[in-house]
T-cell receptor, first 117, second 116 residues
């Protein structure tokens, strides 16, 4: 089954304790992206990656890091989490440019609810 | 920077009522447009998308949207809603003629509640 998986689904941590949220897709998609969803703000893009070893900042990259060493994986790293990073995080993937343009239909993971105390 | 506005934050309808959710974006370049739906406790799913061609786009579950370039709008419609349409709806825009062509910008979402 084609899917995007994220782990963990729920995480409660404390300020300053480094954490990693994993994202993996089995569709051989080139493009992967991380979003955070906050009430009233919709989804905001954190980082995206066009392919292995190619990453770029989205709208709200501060406090986050990513890496893309393999095509299927795109982990999100919070080196020193703070309470303002409490949010619902979604990973997404899509094929690289088709006739539709650079970001074709994105397939979203189930989300990771992060609470930073 | 591009922005996407969804002016209706919460819409409450009775079953069988008609639905129209507004979406406006701020940039005049070439765009790809999407509507995603998020059912309670689930992840986002694509409802429909517009890349080019016929500005009236039909999606899944009886939804459609019309791209009106002169109004920078991409409103979502459904002639008769069902209780199962209760969800949050997000409009998203990808500017394919700008330096940030690989970013997807979402609106803040509209919560639709359909009363049985």
């Amino acid at each position: 089954e084609a899917q995007v998986t994220q782990n963990p689904r729920y995480l409660i941590t404390v300020t300053g304790k480094k954490l990693t949220v994993t994202c993996s897709q089995n569709m051989n998609h080139e493009y992967m992206s991380w979003y955070r969803q906050d009430p009233g703000l919709g989804l905001r893009q954190i980082y995206y990656s066009m392919n292995v070893e190619v990453t770029d900042k989205g709208d709200v990259p501060e406090g986050y890091k990513v890496s893309r060493k393999e095509k299927r994986n795109f982990p999100l790293i919070l080196e020193s989490p703070s309470p303002n990073q409490t949010s619902l995080y979604f990973c997404a993937s899509s094929p690289f440019p088709t006739s539709g343009g650079p970001t074709d239909t994105q397939y979203f993971g189930p989300g990771t609810r992060l609470t930073v105390l | 920077a591009q922005s996407v506005s969804q002016h209706n934050h919460h819409v409450i309808l009775s079953e069988a009522a008609s639905l129209e959710l507004g979406c406006n974006y701020s940039y005049g370049g070439t765009v790809n447009l999407f509507w995603y739906v998020q059912y309670p406790g689930q992840h986002l799913q694509l409802l429909l998308k517009y890349f080019s061609g016929d500005p009236l786009v039909k999606g899944i579950k009886g939804f459609e949207a019309e791209f009106i370039k002169s109004k920078f709008s991409f409103n979502l419609r459904k002639p008769s809603v069902q209780w199962s349409d209760t969800a949050e709806y997000f409009c998203a825009v990808n500017l394919i003629s700008s330096g940030s062509a690989r970013q997807l910008t979402f609106g803040s979402g509209t919560q639709l509640t359909v009363l049985p």
